[in-house]
């Protein structure tokens, strides 16, 4: 039986940083290892990379690695979150089963760069298509004081911090396409915001990894306002994007909303191409 578990923040002080998905983290826990690439892409033909972590902080970090399957999914208001399954091999374009890490548990001394290998072990019979995975980057540094707190002769009270980075995985065996379907387009009124809801669709088996942006012109053919969010789509999604209206007097407008399959952090050259897809519709306010 599987297990099935959505998280869109993770408690106490486990800090989530999820490629991908919009999730803020306090200052005060910046991330002390720095990770690239910020997307793990193999090919079957090479069955292996790497990522290299750089500790940038003054303290030791203990460093785990592991993987886990999830994918992107938004909820009754078009929020994202990452949705998990504990048995991964039940999902048949999970690739986790077969990831080997190397090392997969060390410590990153301040400054201290490491190099460490991903190794995909698939077996011939998988078909052609693309797989996925999450690679979790666990660190653990010093603790952190706790302000306020009562403080004994000789003994400090502090909290362990935690942080986890999850990068998503693409394993990619054959020939392999990409790219996303706009469906049914709401727009509403919120306050001094426009709300936004697109239906997307992926149309190949390959994830579609881009941005999709939403832009506001007036009766001239003028931007009056426009925003944008970065996300990966491998089922059907209906992600929100917001608009302000500020400033905006009654009367009629056009809304495009459109799919591009590119990231501001995620280089080109790991994404696989696609064509850009566009839907328009008035709008009067």
Known sequence: MRKVQTYSRLPRLIVASIVGLVIAVPSVYAQAVAIAPQVIAINASAKSTSVTLVNTGDDVAEVTL????GYPVTDANGVMSLKTVDNSAS???????????????????????????ILVKAPQALVDREYWGRLVVTTRGSNLSVAGAEQSKGVNVGL???????????FR????????????????????????????????????????????????????????????VLHPMNPRVGLSRRGLVKGDYTLTVEAVGSRSDIAQNLLLKSQPVRYTQSLSL
């Not at 592991?66 to 399957?69: A, D, I, N």
């Not at 362990?160 to 693409?170: C, D, G």
């Not at 469906?183 to 881009?210: C, M, Q, W, Y």
């Open 160 to 170: 362990a911090l935690e942080i986890r980075t999850i990068l998503p995985i693409y």
């Open 91 to 117: 999902e048949k374009e999970s690739i986790t089963e077969y990831v080997q890490i190397f090392p997969h548990k060390f410590k990153l001394g301040p400054k201290e760069k490491r190099v460490v290998r």
């Open 173 to 232: 065996k054959g020939v392999n396409e990409t790219g996303v379907s706009i469906g049914k387009t709401v727009a509403s009124v919120t306050g001094d915001s426009i709300v936004v809801r697109t239906e997307l669709n992926p149309t190949h088996k390959a994830a579609f990894v881009g941005t999709v942006k939403a832009i506001l012109k007036d009766s001239k053919g003028r931007v009056v306002s426009q925003n944008q969010i970065a996300l990966s």
């Open 66 to 69: 592991s993987t886990l399957y």
